[in-house]
């Protein structure tokens, strides 16, 4: 299992390559192992002193996204149940065999959306 380190780096990991899926799939898989053994609602790579782009999040049954970017929506999707006052994420992302894909997740503290932004090197404004 993963273990999570205490000081990750602070520049943005390089983005994930493609030439091995099952690498990005076995990766995948022990991220969200380690992040259900920790009780996070979601884990990063460079938590785990693993220098990718990678955010595991628990939203259902949990998934591993590679190379993500978020965005925040003013409302939710068409065809969505998430409640009218729920702050929404569009993530844009990559699977580990390097299929592009979105999905919405709800965020209502902010927090994923600061993980993805750290993982791709934006900073948080003040």
């Known amino acids: 299992m993963l273990k999570l380190i205490k ?24 991220m969200l192992i380690a992040m259900n053994a920790y009780g996070r609602p979601f884990l990063t790579a460079p938590q785990c002193g693993i220098a990718q782009r990678a955010i595991a999040i628990s939203n ?5 996204y590679f190379n993500p970017t978020a965005t925040l929506l003013e409302t939710a999707p068409e065809d ?20 592009g894909s979105t999905t919405y997740v709800k965020d209502n ?3 994923i959306l600061a993980a993805i932004n750290h993982l791709n090197g934006i900073k948080e404004k003040k």
């Open 109 to 111: 503290d902010g927090t």
């Open 60 to 64: 259902g049954p949990g998934k591993t």
């Open 7 to 30: 000081n990750p780096k602070k520049r943005p990991p390089p983005l994930v390559t493609f030439e091995k899926p099952f690498s990005n799939q076995k990766l995948g898989v022990e």
């Open 80 to 99: 969505s149940d998430f409640a009218p006052d729920d702050a929404i994420l569009c993530i844009r992302y990559v699977d580990y065999l390097g299929n």
